[in-house]
């Protein structure tokens, strides 16, 4: 999925007098809520349309879902936000896609149908049959490949990028403390089994304070699956446990038994064995992970740079009013892109 972000920050002063004019009318009114309007120019993107129909077919799925979680004055601005996002989309895709076609980048008829099987097969839901399917994945193989050449072929990873990242990240790459544990687990019996499966336990405690073997109580008391080992729940790592239990056995030291810990699955006694401080991985070990990591990042730099730089050549005009107001109306011709104006 190609990455996508508000264009408003990144348009030209010449240009942002419009977008926020465009803005101020989003906030008064919803795109769909202008039942009396079929279809109309949405937006000019240097030669390319935008239609109100094609943002309402780009909203169909996210409107679907907003209605149902919402209502009042909470769905009208959702609604708003879905309408604002899905035009940013659109805009920026129609920039991308000419950026493609200037530079002659192109997908066959033959690759359009193999990755349409491919979605197919994953589950995605492609209609070989029908045009606007079709056209879609030509889009999307389209996208990838202008933005395979002009942004993450220029990307270069250094070895010092790599180990500047490693030595910024370090935690990231970090093994979890880790516990050897020993627990007696006692259960309610049922929602009135409460009181007494807390009294059990109160009976465990004086027991253990008295000197009993941990493991025989476990043995003899423990509803634990790992009762009849003495209760040894052997290795676990920070972030397996309940976290009523992780935050009791953090202010332990081996040797140690904790007090009654309550959690969901009943009333829990822990005793530390052992326990393993965090680890961190070296830097060869963990290389590989890094570059990935790192190319992502400033792949995602370039991506916006290089966006950014398509928005500032273009000529982008947001046509809200004349979507919103009535019947549609012939929008004048779009002019000439300016090479350069602030």
């Not at 919803?30 to 937006?43: H, M, N, R, T, W």
């Not at 992970?289 to 947001?318: C, M, P, T």
């Amino acid at each position: 999925m190609i990455p996508i972000r508000s264009f408003i920050t990144m348009v030209p002063g010449w240009l942002k007098h419009t977008t926020f004019f465009a803005l101020g009318l989003i906030a008064q009114a919803s795109l769909l809520s202008a039942a009396q309007v079929e279809d109309g120019i949405v937006a000019i993107v240097n030669s390319d349309l935008i239609m109100l129909s094609e943002i309402k077919r780009e909203l169909a799925p996210e409107l679907e879902r907003i209605q149902k979680e919402h209502r009042g004055d909470a769905l009208a601005r959702r609604l708003k936000t879905a309408e604002y996002m899905a035009l940013t989309s659109m805009i920026e895709r129609k920039l991308q896609l000419q950026e493609a076609k200037t530079k002659s980048v192109t997908v066959t008829d033959q690759e359009v149908r193999q990755a349409a099987q491919q979605m197919k097969q994953q589950v995605r839901t492609i209609d070989e049959t029908k045009p606007a399917d079709l056209k879609s994945v030509q889009e999307q193989l389209t996208l990838f490949r202008v933005v395979d050449r002009e942004v993450r072929s220029k990307v270069m990873v250094a070895d010092s990028d790599m180990k500047r990242y490693f030595q910024e990240h370090r935690d990231r790459f970090a093994l979890s403390e880790e516990y050897t544990l020993s627990q007696i687990l006692i259960k309610p019996r049922s929602q009135d089994d409460t009181a007494d499966a807390r009294e059990k336990v109160r009976e465990v405690m004086t027991r253990l304070k008295q000197g009993e073997s941990f493991e025989d109580l476990a043995l003899r008391f423990s509803d634990g699956p790992n009762a009849s080992h003495g209760g040894h729940l052997g290795l676990v790592r920070q972030g397996e446990l309940l976290p009523e239990i992780e935050r009791t056995i953090a202010t332990l030291v081996p040797g140690g038994i904790s007090d009654m810990i309550e959690t969901s699955e009943g009333f829990h006694i822990v005793r530390l064995e052992d326990k393993k401080p965090k680890q961190f991985r070296p830097y060869e070990q963990v290389r590989n992970e890094i570059q990935g990591l790192v190319f992502q990042q400033k792949s995602e730099d370039v991506f916006q740079a290089w966006l950014a730089d398509l928005k500032n050549k273009a000529y982008i005009e947001i046509k809200f009013e004349s979507a919103l107001s009535g019947p549609p109306t012939i929008a004048p011709a779009p002019r000439p892109s300016p090479k350069s104006k602030e």
